[in-house]
C-alpha cells in the first residue's frame, strides 16, 4: 500500500535526521523552503471554522435557512455566498427543515426536538410536544399540507400530527408492532395528500379522505428521500443502492429508474430547466435530463456525503453535508471562505489525524513523565516539462519504493514507524522488500504496475476525502508532510539503538539519491514535553522562539461503569464546548468527535441514522484513546504559536462540569529546531 511504502520510507529518513541532532547547531530557524514548494499549516486554526455536518437547507422570506450537527443554524441572505449563525436554543442534532409560508417554518432533530420559527428563520421557539428530551426518539422529517395539516416522522413508526397549522400535536403509531421500521422522509403531494418512506423499503400514502395506507414498494433497501415533480404530478422516491423509482399515479404502480451510480441517494431537487438532480454518498450527484429516463453522473463532485441540494436564483447550487455548507461555482463545489481548506467534519477528520494530536495522546495515555521526539519532513516533487508531476505519480511512488528496499538493507534489523498522507487503504501492487521478504504492497487504485490519469484522480480524490489535502498534503499534490521515528525492540539495549542511527546518518546521503527528484524541502526535529513534570535537564523553549503549548484534559472515574457509555462522550462535548471560549486556545478535539467519525465510518451510505453521539459507538472510541483503566483522555486542546501557558484558565473553565469525576489537565510543550542537511 502506498501508505506503508512511502510512509516507511520517510521514516528511514527521519530517523537518521533524527541521530544527525546530536551534531548540529541549533540555527533557532528552519532552512528556506523552495519557493515552489507550498506552505503546510503545523496545526488548523478551527475557531473560525465551521465542524459541523449540515442535513437539510430551505428558503424563507428572509434567506436560505440550514439546519444540522449541535443544533446549528444558519442563514444566509446572500444566496449561500456566506452564512451567519442563528441561536437554536438545543445542542440536538437538527435533521430537517421546512417553510409552510415565507415566515413560518419548522426545524425537527434528535431527542424529540421541534422547533418553530414565525420570521424566517432569525428566531427559533421550542414547541411543546411532550416528546422534547427523549432520548430515544429521533424525528428525521417534516412536511405540512395546504389545510393546517402537518407531519413529523421518525424512529420506530412514531409520526407527530396536527390539524391545526401546529398549535397541538398528537402522537401516532403508523406501523405498529415489535421493531418497526423508522420513517426517514415525509413529502406533501398537493393540498389533501402526502407520502412516508423509510426503512426496509416502506412507503406510505395519506389521502384526506382515507388516512394513511401502507402501500406496494418496489424497493428492498431503505428509502431516504421523496421528490415530486412538478411537471407531471408524479413523485420520486430514492435511498440505498443507486434505488430510485417514480410513479405517476399517487404510488399505485412504480418503475425502476436507471443510474450509473449505486450511490446511497439523500436528497433531491427539481430544477428551473425541469432536469432533476439527486445527491448522494461520497458526494455523488446524478442529472437526469428534461424527458430523460436515466440519470447521469455530474463532473466535479464534492468529496463529502452530500445530504441536502437546492436550487438558487442565480441557478447556482447550495449543498449540505459532511463538509458543511457549499456552493457551486464555475471552479466546482465550494466549502467555507477559502478554497481546499477543510469544513465541517473534516476539520475533525484533519485534526484526528494530524501527527501532533496522535503524538499527544501517546504520551497522555502514558500517564507518566516520557517526552516524544519525532522528524517532521516536507517533501517536494519537482514539476516536469509537462507540468504533470507530484507525489501521486507512478515515478514518484517507484523511487519512494526502491528507497524503502535500500534503507532496509542499510539499517538491518531497525523497527520503523511512520506517518504521512499515504498511510489510508489505497490500491496499486508495487512488488518490494521488506524484513527480507518480497511483497505487494497496495499503493494506489488498481491492480497493475502501471496506471494513468483516471487512477491518478481516483486517488487524489480519496486523499481529499480523507481530509488530508490543505493540512498533510498540499493542494497540487506536490509537497507532502511526513513524521519518522525509531522504535527500539524490548531487548535492545541503548548501545544497539546508538548504533542504528549511526548506520541510518551514515547511509542517507547515498539513500536520497534513490528518491528520483522526490526532494526533502524542510527537515525539523520535534519533542513534545510534559511541562507539569520537568523531564529533561534541557529547559523548554520560551514564547516566540518555536514552542507552542497543547493540554491534554483527563477524567478518573471510581465507577468502571462510565468508562464504557455514553456519560464520558456527552461530557467531552460540552467540556470541549467551553474550551474553546479560553482565549488563547486555537484548536479542541474531544473523544465524541471520534465516536463520530467511527460512527460516519459505518454509516456513510445511511445519514438517517446519524443521529449524535448518543447513538455513537462509545466503546471503540474511548479504547482507542485509552487503551486500559477507567483514565481516559477526554479532550486535547492547542495554544496558538508562540502563546503561554493556560492551565489555570482551562482549569478555571471546567470547574464543577464533571459531577463526582476527577478533571485533571496536563500541559506539554512543543520544540522545534531545524536540521541541515549535508551538502
Known sequence: MLTRVFIVLLIVAGLGLSAWMTRLPDTGAAPAETPSAPALPDMPDDRSLNR???????????????????GSIRLSTDQGLSWQPVASGTDALLNAVEFVSPESGWAVGDRGTLLRTGDGGKSWQPVLSGLEGTEDITWFDVAFLGNGTGFVVGTLGRTLTTRDGGESWQLELLIPGYNSASLYAVAALGEKSA??????GRILRYQEDEGWQDIYSPAYGALHGILPLAESGGVLVF??????????????????????????????????DGSVLLAGSSGVLVRRQPGGQRFYLETGHPAGALLAVRQVKDQALVVAGEQGLGRSSAQGFRFGTEPHRASGR???????????????????????????RWVSLD??????AAGDEDLTSRDAVLSITRFLMAAEEAVPGARLEAYSPWTSDHALAVTGKHQGTWENWRLMSGAESEYGRKERENFRWKLRRSALVGGQMA?????????????????????????????????????????????????RQMQWQRVSVPTSTEPPPQSGQGGRWAWALTVDDPDSYYCRDTDNLQLSQHLEARVREVPGVQATLAVAEQAKIDQLKDLEGVWKGFVAVEAGYPSRAMEAWQPSSCRHVMLLAFGEPAGSDLTSALTQATEGMADDRVLQWTAYRLSETAVVLPE
Open 52 to 70: 459541523a455536518v449540515f442535513t437539510d437547507i430551505a428558503q424563507s422570506a428572509a434567506g436560505l435557512v440550514a439546519v444540522g450537527e449541535a
Open 195 to 200: 407520502m412516508v418512506v423509510g426503512e426496509r
Open 239 to 272: 435511498g440505498e443502492n443507486g434505488g430510485v423509482y417514480q410513479s405517476d399515479d399517487l404510488g399505485e404502480n412504480w418503475r425502476q429508474l436507471a443510474t450509473v451510480s449505486r450511490a446511497n441517494y439523500h436528497a433531491g431537487a427539481q430544477l428551473e
Open 346 to 372: 473534516f476539520v475533525i477528520k484533519q485534526l484526528l489525524d494530524h501527527p501532533d494530536s496522535k503524538r499527544l495522546l501517546e504520551l497522555a495515555a502514558k500517564d507518566d513523565d516520557t517526552s516524544y
Open 379 to 384: 517533501m517536494t516533487m519537482p514539476e516536469s
Open 475 to 523: 493542494p497540487d499534490f506536490r509537497t507532502a508532510r511526513a513524521e519518522v521515528r525509531l522504535i527500539p525492540w524490548s531487548y535492545e539495549t541503548d548501545q544497539e539503538q546508538k548504533e542504528h542511527q549511526a548506520m541510518l546518518v551514515e547511509a542517507l546521503p547515498g539513500l536520497v539519491q534513490e528518491l528520483a527528484g522526490v526532494d526533502l524541502v524542510r527537515v
